[in-house]
């Protein structure tokens, strides 16, 4: 809809709108609202802007005419004394200019100063922010047509045109991409310590601040990884089905290192995914169906996506009740009935207080 108003859409787009359209009778009342509030809103713009520069030129016009003006004692003067005159006149022009210098020069600035807020502003509305607080998860699509879907408290920013020479997307949190190919402009992620450059491709990021680690995980394609501190070094293409794992510790200007199913490594490490297991039952892209899925997580780790999942604050009162390990999935259960669920797999203790929830070992 946003693409249509601004007049930025394709005609397939402009088609595809006007179908869903005629099938949605509120959908179209909507559009029809918007369509009326934007006109308003690009009139008064307009309106506002050619008020303002007409005002502007009023004043330019006004002060030339003031130092056109002849001084009304004049002829008096000149009859008394033509010398007088003639210096008081140069006197009075010399005035006159200085002064409508000063004002025009005054206009001038007050123009320059407001072509800077107007462009400054213009900046600021390119680039472009969503965010999801917790317990939410949302879908949008960028300027390019790609799709993006943000999980629990995450956030993308984004320039609203893509006119560059690259497609720039800055991660922070949880997100699952599917980029439109187009290799003349690439597609360029920055998650954290790491820079993800694509053509065409489907793979999830995972990047909170809170996390010790940045992980991506390839559907399908093909994505280039490389050190955020040092883009033109070494870098690391990942494969479908491909997970790669990189330590938040390797935010330096060393070249990224990669250690192949090396859990030791201090760098990063690539792992295999189970092509045997859907799409939506995999722990890394589960969430893009709804779903929460965890495989021999323990408690503490757990709670950290609970907390996101459910917007809830979690606390252990025992070190041994966050050691306690997991398996399994929740998609429509409310936060009794996970807790329940978890509690019949493995013993423990918990107490619910608004959104707080304290967890302790079985006594």
């Keep these: 809809m946003s693409r249509c108003l601004n007049k930025e859409a394709s005609e397939e787009e402009q088609e595809a709108l006007n179908a869903l359209l005629s099938e949605d009778i509120d959908l179209a009342r909507q559009y029809e609202m918007l369509q009326q509030f934007w006109q308003d809103e690009q009139?008064?713009?307009?309106?506002?802007?050619?008020?303002?520069?007409?005002?502007?030129?009023?004043?330019?016009?006004r002060v030339l005419y003031l130092a056109s003006l002849p001084d009304e004692s004049e002829e008096v003067k000149e009859r008394s004394n033509v010398h007088s005159l003639f210096r008081w006149k140069s006197i009075k022009r010399y005035v006159y200019t200085a002064a409508a210098a000063c004002i025009l020069l005054f206009i001038a600035r007050i123009v320059l100063v407001q072509k800077q807020e107007q462009n400054?502003?213009?900046?600021?509305?390119?680039?472009?922010?969503?965010?999801?607080?917790?317990?939410?998860?949302?879908?949008?699509?960028?300027?390019?047509?790609?799709?993006?879907?943000?999980?629990?408290?995450?956030?993308?920013?984004?320039?609203?045109?893509?006119?560059?020479?690259?497609?720039?997307?800055?991660?922070?949190?949880?997100?699952?991409?599917?980029?439109?190919?187009?290799?003349?402009?690439p597609f360029i992620i920055h998650a954290s310590n790491i820079n993800i450059k694509v053509l065409g491709t489907a793979f999830n990021v995972r990047s909170y601040e809170s996390d010790s680690t940045t992980e991506t995980t390839l559907v399908r394609g093909l994505i280039q990884i490389s050190n955020a501190h040092q883009p033109a070094g070494k870098t690391v293409y990942l494969h479908p089905n491909e997970k790669i794992v990189v330590s938040k510790k390797t935010e330096s200007i060393e070249p990224l290192t990669v250690l192949k199913n090396d859990p030791a490594s201090q760098s990063a490490t690539i792992s295999k995914i189970d092509t045997a297991v859907k799409i939506q039952d995999r722990p890394e892209t589960a969430w893009v169906y709804n779903r929460l899925v965890f495989r021999g997580e323990n408690f503490k780790e757990l709670a950290t996506k609970l907390e996101r999942w459910y917007n809830i604050k979690i606390h252990f009162t025992d070190e041994a009740a966050s050691q306690l390990s997991f398996n399994g999935s929740f998609e429509n259960e409310t936060i009794e009935e996970a807790f329940n669920a978890l509690q019949a797999a493995v013993p423990f203790n918990y107490k619910i207080t608004d959104h707080e929830i304290f967890i302790s070992t079985a006594k």
């Design 120 to 185: 400054s502003a213009l900046n600021t509305s390119q680039i472009q922010t969503v965010t999801t607080s917790n317990g939410t998860r949302t879908r949008t699509i960028l300027p390019d047509g790609s799709v993006v879907w943000l999980n629990s408290g995450s956030k993308i920013s984004y320039s609203n045109d893509f006119k560059g020479a690259f497609r720039e997307v800055t991660l922070s949190g949880e997100a699952f991409f599917d980029v439109v190919k187009n290799p003349k402009k």
């Design 43 to 61: 009139l008064q713009h307009r309106t506002e802007e050619q008020d303002t520069e007409n005002k502007q030129h009023e004043n330019v016009r």
